[in-house]
């Protein structure tokens, strides 16, 4: 699966995919006040991710997003940001070092 590829859609132009906004177990927890609010709220996001990312229902979500990634080779994360900077970056950027480390692993013949 070399072409494997993590996009991130917008729910309010009806692309489909795997919902990670507010309400689920991904979403941003610091609301935007206004539109310069963006930059702070997904820095913020980006260190509670980091905090948060082996707590029970973040992990598990995770590992159900990285499953369908892997199985499928491709994964679209639905937020309402985007094409605007969004917390679903911080999530991408987290799969697909994930899938690059199982992979570097399992070529060198390392067991995960």
């Known amino acids: 699966m070399e072409n494997n590829l993590i996009k991130i859609g917008n729910k309010y132009h009806k692309?489909?995919?795997?919902?990670?906004?507010?309400?689920?177990?991904?979403?941003?927890?610091?609301?935007?006040?206004?539109?310069?609010?963006?930059?702070?709220?997904?820095?913020?996001?980006?260190?509670?991710?980091?905090?948060?990312?082996e707590d029970i229902e973040v992990k598990k979500e995770l590992d159900r997003l990285y499953d369908i990634y892997k199985d499928k080779g491709e994964l679209t994360l639905l937020c309402f940001c985007t094409p605007k900077r969004c917390h679903a970056e911080t999530i991408k950027k987290y799969l697909e070092h994930k899938y690059n480390e199982h992979k570097y692993n399992k070529g060198a013949g390392v067991n995960e």
């Open 15 to 53: 692309d489909i995919g795997q919902y990670v906004g507010r309400g689920s177990p991904l979403g941003n927890p610091f609301p935007m006040k206004n539109k310069e609010d963006r930059d702070r709220v997904c820095d913020e996001y980006e260190k509670w991710f980091n905090n948060h990312k």
